[in-house]
Structure formats: structure tokens, C-alpha cells
């Protein structure tokens, strides 16, 4: 992960250092990702990257740490807009995700990312939640319709997030490698997402 010297940068240069990483992943594969490409696209002196990051392996690490990151805060804003059904809700964010990936230049992006991604190392969205102020968190619980649920308390909750958080993650190779209709990819999602819906949404709901 990256130095402390990074973490303390201006958040103005720590995004143009995330968006020559972007721009590089674009471009190729992670294994052919260019150190001197990266700094060139961030306009910083090769001394300055290797006070950031330890090599290559770590500036990839810090680009999907931050991406994931900042898909969860969009995520969370999502659910504040959206409001009500927690299962409404990761349906249109699924289609909405596969859809957006299927577009070619993210379509190239994931395919040069993902598979050298360790899920393992990233932290989960129960986690990013439990971790929010406790108003925030709240707000958030409250968004997911937690009152509609056949649930005891806010850890069963987060366990239905996380299942529903892996069903995300299983679907992402078959976006990624195009081997599946993507309508048939969005049909299983939802489909697996609605038997976990009727066991789990109070009746009469």
C-alpha cells in the first residue's frame, strides 16, 4: 500500500497519480503496465513514484484498493437516493454495473484489472458500513429498508448484504470475459437475488 509520504500529498495530486494508473490500466494489461508510462502520465520525477509506492505490485494494489473505495461511496449515495427495497435497489445497481461494463472502454479496463484482483484483500461493503459514523451508518440501514426484513438485528442485515455482495462478485467474470449473454447474466442475478428475497422480506410486504 502506498507511503505515508503519499498519503499525506494534496488530494489534487494523489487523483492525477489514480488517473495515470486508470490511464495506463486502460491501455494494457497489469502485467505490461509501465512504470514510466505512469509517471509520465502523472507529470512526477521516477524518484518521486518509488517514495510512494514500494514497485509496480503496490501501485496496482493502491489503484484497486481506491476503486473499490470509491464504488462504495458511490454505492452509499445511491442508496440515499434510491431509498426502500434493498433488493430493488442491488437490482438496478447490478444492471446498471453490468451494463456500464459492457461499454468498451470499461470493458477493457476491467478485462486488465480483474483478473489479477485478490478479492481477499479488499474490504468487504459490511465492512465499509460498519466502519461509517453511527449517524451515517444509520441513515444507511435505514435506506436499505432494514424495517421490511424478517431480521433480528443489524448483523443479520449485514449478512444479507454480504451475500448479495458475493453474488456481485461472482457474476464479474462472466461480465469480464464475454462468454455470457449479458441479458442472461442479469436474469441470474436477479433470479438468485429474489429466492434470497422471499426468504428473508417480512410477509404481507
Do not use: W
Amino acid at each position: 500500500m502506498p507511503s505515508q509520504t503519499f498519503i499525506n500529498l494534496a488530494e489534487e495530486k494523489k487523483q492525477r497519480i489514480f488517473n495515470a494508473l486508470y490511464t495506463e490500466l486502460q491501455r494494457v494489461p497489469f502485467p505490461e503496465m509501465s512504470i514510466n508510462q505512469v509517471i509520465k502520465n502523472a507529470g512526477i520525477p521516477r524518484g518521486s513514484f518509488y517514495q510512494y509506492f514500494d514497485n509496480k505490485d503496490d501501485a496496482f494494489d493502491y489503484f484497486v484498493s481506491e476503486c473499490s473505495r470509491k464504488t462504495k461511496e458511490c454505492v452509499i449515495k445511491r442508496i440515499s437516493t434510491i431509498r426502500g427495497d434493498i433488493f430493488d435497489m442491488a437490482k438496478t445497481l447490478f444492471e446498471e454495473f453490468a451494463k456500464t461494463s459492457a461499454e468498451q472502454y470499461k470493458f477493457d479496463l476491467f478485462n486488465h484489472v480483474m483478473p489479477y484482483v485478490d478479492i481477499k484483500k479488499l474490504v468487504p461493503f459490511t465492512s465499509y458500513i460498519a466502519n461509517m459514523e453511527e449517524e451515517k451508518k444509520f441513515e444507511a440501514c435505514s435506506a436499505l429498508g432494514i424495517g421490511n426484513l424478517d431480521i433480528k438485528n443489524e448483523e443479520e442485515l449485514m449478512d444479507i448484504i454480504g451475500i448479495i455482495e458475493a453474488l456481485f462478485q461472482n457474476a464479474v467474470p462472466h461480465i469480464i470475459s464475454g462468454d455470457t449473454d449479458m441479458n442472461d447474466i442479469i436474469n441470474g442475478f436477479k433470479r438468485k437475488l429474489n429466492i434470497i428475497k422471499k426468504a428473508t422480506v417480512k410477509e404481507g410486504i
